[in-house]
Nanobody, 126 residues
Framework: QVQLVESGGGLVQAGGSLRLSCAVS????????IGWFRQVPGKEREGVSC????????YYSDFAHGRFTISRDLARNTVDLQMDSLKPEDTARYYC???????????????????WGQGTQVTVSS
């Protein structure tokens, strides 16, 4: 069974940085497409970034482009999200996801998701 566990969230001031990590067990990330999402209570979950497993090609949403960087560590079997220049509007719960048939969209989202982590809270103060 595939499990994803996020970590690295916390409270940071505007302009600061956080690094989120998604630890994957039950599968290797070498050929897996992994996506990061975020959700604010009362709003729909939105895609943040996606990493394609076959060639490590990355995709970003408009709001993440230029500030966030997705990467993977094959030795640790993790997919990380480095978030810089954080803004108060980045405050949300961040989730990673994957799936056997999941694929990255050009808009930085992951489609056909199957497995989700429990999320990690990111709070950016002004």
């Amino acid at each position: 069974q595939v499990q994803l566990v996020e970590s690295g969230g916390g409270l940071v001031q505007a302009g600061g940085s956080l690094r989120l990590s998604c630890a994957v067990s039950g599968d290797t990330i070498n050929y897996s497409n992994i996506g990061w999402f975020r959700q604010v209570p009362g709003k729909e979950r939105e895609g943040v970034s996606c990493l394609r497993g076959t060639d490590a090609k990355t995709y970003y949403s408009d709001f993440a482009h230029g500030r966030f960087t997705i990467s993977r560590d094959l030795a640790r079997n993790t997919v990380d999200l480095q978030m810089d220049s954080l803004k108060p509007e980045d405050t949300a719960r961040y989730y990673c996801a994957s799936g056997r048939s999941a694929f990255c969209s050009g808009a930085g989202s992951l489609m056909a998701t199957e497995w989700w982590g429990q999320g990690t809270q990111v709070t950016v103060s002004s």
